[in-house]
């Protein structure tokens, strides 16, 4: 089992930035594949990017394309989601999840998931 903690979330005004961290524990974190997703109100959980296991591999949402970049850094047991120029409809809470198949779109692929951390962008 797997047990993923996100933080970084918060207050932005629009044309800024967040990076967001997600911090594994219990299995071997190189085991899986990683995901974020985010969830506006009233909306599906969307995918955002994702990243193999090794981290040679990255894969990311049109709509996210350009702006985010996924990373991990295995010595920290950590994924990162570096956002640039946020807009208000980035506004949602961001979640990180863990596959140990692939590094896939679809959320019921992944098999854990954090709490998530609420990000605000303001106009």
């Known amino acids: 089992q797997v047990h993923l903690v996100e933080s970084g979330g918060g207050l932005v005004q629009a044309g800024g930035s967040l990076r967001l961290s997600c911090a594994a524990s219990?299995?071997?974190?190189?085991?899986?594949?990683m995901g974020w997703f985010r969830q506006a109100p009233g909306k599906e959980r969307d995918f955002l990017a994702a990243i193999t296991r090794s981290g040679g591999s990255t894969y990311y949402a049109d709509s996210v394309k350009g702006r985010f970049t996924i990373s991990r850094d295995h010595a920290k047991n950590t994924i990162y989601l570096q956002m640039n120029s946020l807009k208000p409809e980035d506004t949602a809470v961001y979640y990180c999840a863990a596959d140990p198949k692939i590094a896939g779109m679809v959320s019921g692929s992944y098999d854990y998931w954090g709490q998530g951390t609420q990000v605000t962008v303001s106009s």
């Open positions: 219990g299995q071997t974190f190189s085991w899986y594949a």
